[in-house]
């Protein structure tokens, strides 16, 4: 978005667009988001807001939203937490809508001691997590400073991963599957964010904007159902299926998809 256009300005067409990251507008192995250029292009000159809804922290997004000259808010962590962009550009108001970070690595480190095998990134050095995510190292400890949802790998079972979750509902916290790892988190969902910045712009505009989301990932589906417009990505391994009615799915996977599919959709809404 430029810098002379507010964020509350009203789009041409009363769109805002939720997006995932990784896999979805990002490249899933170079993390590029060059492919979505021209629609990013299209959707700023709309002055369509563009809100990124992703398993990252605010300190990985934060470089994002500079390289692609995103002023928008977002949503961090699985809808976990929500930042809004101050009117003097200092910085964030931030809200955590799920469970402190601190409390949820309370609860796995007991779950530990009773047994179950996983690694979260908290157990990890940087290193560690830049190995298992491509990530550099620099941006691997960006993703290391979370507020309110830790990403694990698990290595038991089928069957403990259940007696897991259930475990985990009993600190009032749950498990989203994502496309590297599963996700503690509290009972938020992509949806979470969705759904708060419906009405954010319904505010702003003082009229119920349309949503469209597009992701790739398992977490990605609550948002997408929640969408009036739902884009499902295709994923590495497999790919959504969604119930929505107008749920659509791009030809081509990431950002090339991802720019197929919003320009499409421009052209049919305009």
């Known amino acids: 978005m430029s810098s002379n256009t507010s964020q509350c300005d009203i789009p041409t067409v009363p769109l805002v667009v939720i997006t995932d990251l990784d896999g979805t507008l990002l490249d899933h192995h170079n993390y590029s988001a060059n492919a979505a250029l021209p629609a990013l292009k299209r959707l700023r000159a709309l002055h ?7 398993s990252k922290t605010c300190d990985e997004v934060s470089g994002l939203r500079h390289e692609l000259d995103n002023r928008y808010p977002f949503v961090c962590e699985n809808g976990s937490v929500i930042h809004i962009p101050k009117p003097d550009a200092t910085g964030f108001n931030s809200e955590v809508l799920g469970v402190s970070y601190v409390d949820i690595l309370k609860a796995l ?13 908290n157990d990890m050095p940087a290193t560690e997590v830049a190995a298992m995510t491509g990530l550099s190292q620099d941006n691997a400890w960006l993703a290391k400073k979370r507020q309110a949802s830790e990403p694990l790998l698990w290595h038991d079972s089928d069957e403990a991963l259940e007696r897991f979750r259930q475990r985990l509902a009993e600190y009032q916290l ?40 597009l992701g790739d990932g398992e977490n990605d589906r609550a948002m997408l159902e929640a969408a009036d417009y739902p884009i499902v990505i295709p994923g590495e391994n497999q790919t959504l299926t969604l119930q929505h009615p107008s749920a659509r799915t791009a030809a081509h996977k990431g950002p090339a998809g991802w720019n197929t599919e919003i320009l499409t959709l421009l052209e049919q809404l305009s």
Do not use: C
Not at 48 to 53: C, D, E, G, H, Y
Not at 109 to 121: D, I, M, P, S
């Open 174 to 213: 749950t498990l989203t599957k994502g496309g590297r790892f599963y996700h503690v988190m509290g009972t938020t969902n992509k949806a979470s964010g969705l759904d708060f910045f419906r009405q954010y712009y319904q505010h702003q505009w003082q009229l119920t904007p349309q949503v469209a989301a």
């Open 109 to 121: 480190h007991q779950l530990q001691h009773e047994g179950f095998h996983f690694r979260g990134f």
């Open 48 to 54: 369509i807001p563009v809100l990124f809804n992703t």
